[in-house]
């Protein structure tokens, strides 16, 4: 899946609470280059398959539920956030939770879901530049991205960051629960036989663990401008 696209990729692959969301989009303001939540692709299809009360492990409704889900990036209007609109359903928030977390990781797993949401992603290749968040972005996506960074942190700090981010939003979360799902999630999203997650060859590998996001953006665009 080569693409002779000139157009350059920054790639930020990295497990779940490595802090991919808020590097890329900073990252990808900083260069003036699109994003690609590619993770929000995963959550938009298993929320579509629990709108339709639909099995999550029947892989022949999940393919047709990826290939036909309907799923749409819109800047709000001060363009301070992007909104996931999902069937014509504005589900940014619904996504957001670790159920929906949780939904995307399962269905993550069959290759004709996938395979399905490939075109969706090749399609943010466009000038000047794309950053593109996600798992497999380095590996399989975009494998001749000149730029590819893999983040990770330790469990317990990415359970410590998610959980802050949920309680900033009222959400009630308790520290281990949030720890114990992060690891079952990285286990199942890294042991999958298709497109697990795991750093590409070629890609700079940086551990935010105890680091602040300004100097982690720092790092990151620093791979883009040596
Ligand atoms: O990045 P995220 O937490 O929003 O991703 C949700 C799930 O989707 C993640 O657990 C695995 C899956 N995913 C994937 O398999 N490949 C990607 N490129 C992005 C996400």
Not at 4 to 33: F, H, M, N, Q
Request: one cysteine or more; proline letters at 4%; aromatic letters at 4%.
């Amino acid at each position: 899946m080569t693409s002779s696209s000139s157009v350059p990729v920054l790639t930020i692959d990295g497990p779940s609470g490595s802090g991919k969301g808020t590097i890329s989009r900073k990252v990808a303001e900083k260069l003036g280059w699109r994003l690609l939540d590619s993770g929000a692709l995963y959550r938009a299809v298993g929320y579509a398959a629990g709108m339709e009360g639909l099995d999550l492990s029947d892989v022949d409704a999940m393919t047709r539920c990826a290939q036909t889900t309907k799923i749409r990036f819109r800047a709000t209007t001060d363009g301070s956030d992007t909104r996931v609109v999902v069937n014509g359903h504005d589900a940014t928030d619904e996504l957001r939770t670790e159920t929906a977390g949780a939904a995307a990781s399962a269905i993550a797993s069959i290759p004709s879901v996938r395979q399905a949401l490939v075109d969706m992603q090749l399609a943010f290749r466009k000038a000047p530049g794309l950053v593109a968040d996600g798992r497999d972005m380095g590996t399989v996506i975009f494998p001749d991205a000149p730029f590819k960074v893999f983040l990770t942190a330790s469990a317990a700090e990415r359970a410590k960051r998610r959980y802050k981010q949920l309680k900033e939003k009222g959400l009630s979360v308790t520290l281990a629960t949030l720890q114990h799902e992060i690891e079952a999630r990285d286990a199942r999203d890294a042991s999958r036989t298709v497109a697990p997650l795991k750093p590409a060859a070629d890609a700079v590998f940086i551990d935010t663990t105890g680091m602040g996001i300004d100097d982690v953006v720092a790092k990151v665009l620093a791979v883009v401008q040596s």
